[in-house]
């Protein structure tokens, strides 16, 4: 099965510096890599996603970016803003399948 | 009420009680999902419902019983639970065909006393 690795497990920055946060993954047919943000006592809520046919998407301040070579993706958050802070989660898609492989998940703390 | 809902948001139980948490989705999904959240844990994915056939069981011990009687409807029957078992525990909705992109409930923090 799929398995996804995410780093950090936690990531402060200061308010206006940019965020990254990197996610592997284990099977090459995996197709979809959606972002879920969880802001504190919330549910996830999708954010952004890619899809394996692209290299990169970018969403006003958050972009992310996929290597399928290097089987990792990535996801980048400009000018970071207090209301940034939460946990994000990454995830993969088997395209012939129903069902998400999480990552363990990155706490942002975006100090003012 | 839009979205998707749970009820109730909070349930404490002893190991020998039965209870049920119940998912509603309001956005006319086909697919609908069991996570299991605990601290410092990835989310686990418990079971996945297609148009109301279960397609996936993650290995979940049989102390946890899912229902999906129509495609709004979603429950999770709970039965001699153990403590390990305390957590958070989300239901999300999609398109059959979008599965990546799914919409989560606030759900249920259950303790298991």
């Known amino acids: 099965g799929e398995n996804v690795e995410q780093h950090p497990s936690t990531l402060s920055v200061q308010e206006g510096d940019s965020a990254v946060i990197k996610c592997t993954y284990s099977d090459s047919a995996s197709n979809y890599f959606p972002w879920y943000k969880q802001e504190l006592g919330k549910r996830p809520q999708l954010i952004i996603d890619i899809r394996s046919n692209v290299g990169e998407k970018k969403d006003q301040r958050i972009a992310v970016t996929l290597n399928k070579t290097a089987k990792h993706f990535s996801l980048h958050i400009t000018e970071t803003q207090p209301e940034d802070s939460a946990v994000y989660f990454c995830a993969a898609e088997l395209n012939a399948g129903n069902m998400l492989t999480f990552g363990g998940g990155t706490r942002l703390m975006v100090k003012p | 009420e839009t979205g998707v809902t749970q009820t109730p948001r909070h349930l404490v139980m002893g190991m020998t009680n039965k209870k049920s948490l119940k998912c509603e989705q309001h956005?006319?999904?086909?697919?609908m999902y069991w996570y299991k959240q605990s601290a410092k844990k990835p989310l686990e994915l418990m079971f996945v419902?297609?148009?109301?056939?279960?397609?996936e069981n993650n290995s979940v011990p049989s102390r946890f019983s899912p229902e999906c009687p129509n495609s709004s409807h979603l429950f999770l029957h709970l039965h001699t639970l153990q403590p390990e078992d305390s957590a958070l525990y989300l239901c999300?909705?999609?398109?059959?065909?979008?599965?990546?992109?799914?919409?989560f409930g606030p759900g249920t923090r259950l303790t298991v006393t």
């Open positions: 419902y297609n148009f109301k056939e279960q397609t």
């Open positions: 956005l006319g999904h086909n697919a």
């Open positions: 999300a909705s999609s398109q059959e065909d979008r599965t990546y992109e799914q919409y």
